[in-house]
């Protein structure tokens, strides 16, 4: 398969902060690549780059080919982009902001109509398509935002945190959009801090912070490099300072963190380990409110990575 998206050694600076340091990776045509990381790790910066909003300090980038430098205007037409804030016309209804949308991107006439309900159809919203978007909920108008996108047929889109903030039930239409949109051959650049979703819809994860790729690979290649390691939460019943160099000079605790009175340990076997946490925060007069127990995944990564959890 060919790159549908290439990026080499991208780099952004505002004065004194250096938002992307150096960033590279690469997608595969009719692949799903998630940019996952905290908020601040550098995702929107790097996309809006890619979709020409930003010009980088350093590097480059193409889409299907074309360098965003070099050959900005073709790499723009091979692209439709979802932003993270509703680009939409409150005041006009559902159609009227596609049909507006549409002649930006040249469609007229009975093309534009044709294509304008297949995209209602796509995103679920023919039965609402005269209604005002002031009218609907937040999860409507960021399905309006991705159809706004589809209309010129792009070969690659990019979706800056679609579901963010929006209600459980939208959030899995625009995540069944995402799947059936890559299933007809589209490649995805989706960015994320929900790492449920970077694994339910990526082929290929990149996870990003402080302005860097710090990892990338399947989900599965990610998982393995923290081994058989399991991630254990306790809530205490005050500062865990008092207790914390006891458990990190633990035996089988390889790394852990500490948040308001929440305790992240990776952990190689958490049955012989969390009696020996037990033990050492009944000495120190501390007590454990509740314990969970987590198998591997990415936030155990993005852990065992920084030393911070995904969220922090």
Do not use: C
């Not at 692209?79 to 680009?87: E, F, M, R, S, Y």
């Amino acid at each position: 398969m060919s790159k549908a998206i290439e990026v080499n050694n991208l780099k952004k600076s505002f004065g004194e902060l250096q938002a992307v340091q150096g960033v590279s990776f690469s997608a595969e045509a009719g692949e799903v690549l998630s940019l996952l990381g905290p908020n601040g790790a550098g995702k929107s910066t790097t996309i809006s780059m890619l979709s020409g909003l930003l010009t980088p300090s350093e590097g480059d980038a193409s889409i299907m080919g074309h360098s965003i430098s070099r050959e900005p205007l073709l790499a723009k037409a091979a692209l439709g982009v979802v932003p993270q804030d509703i680009a939409l016309y409150p005041d006009l209804s559902a159609r009227e902001n596609l049909d507006f949308w549409g002649k930006m991107y040249g469609l007229r006439g009975g093309a534009l109509k044709i294509r304008v309900d297949e995209v209602l159809e796509i995103i679920g919203l023919s039965d609402r398509q005269k209604d005002k978007v002031s009218t609907f909920s937040g999860g409507m108008k960021r399905r309006v935002n991705i159809g706004a996108a589809l209309l010129h047929k792009p070969k690659v889109i990019i979706m800056d945190e679609p579901t963010v903030g929006i209600d459980p039930q939208s959030r899995r239409h625009i995540l069944e959009n995402v799947k059936q949109l890559n299933a007809q051959g589209m490649t995805v650049l989706y960015t994320t801090h929900y790492m449920e979703e970077a694994a339910e819809l990526s082929n290929h994860i990149a996870i990003m912070d402080m302005g860097k790729v710090i990892a990338y690979g399947t989900h599965d290649e990610l998982i393995r490099m923290v081994g058989e390691q399991t991630r254990i939460e306790v809530t205490l019943n005050m500062e865990a300072e008092k207790v914390l160099s006891s458990w990190r000079s633990t035996e089988g605790v390889s790394k852990i963190d500490s948040l308001d009175g929440k305790v992240t340990a990776l952990v190689d076997d958490s049955n012989r380990v969390l009696p020996r946490l037990f033990e050492a925060a009944s000495k120190h007069g501390v007590r454990i409110t509740s314990v969970d127990i987590q198998e591997p995944n990415l936030e155990t990564v993005f852990l065992h990575l920084t030393g911070r959890a995904l969220r922090d």
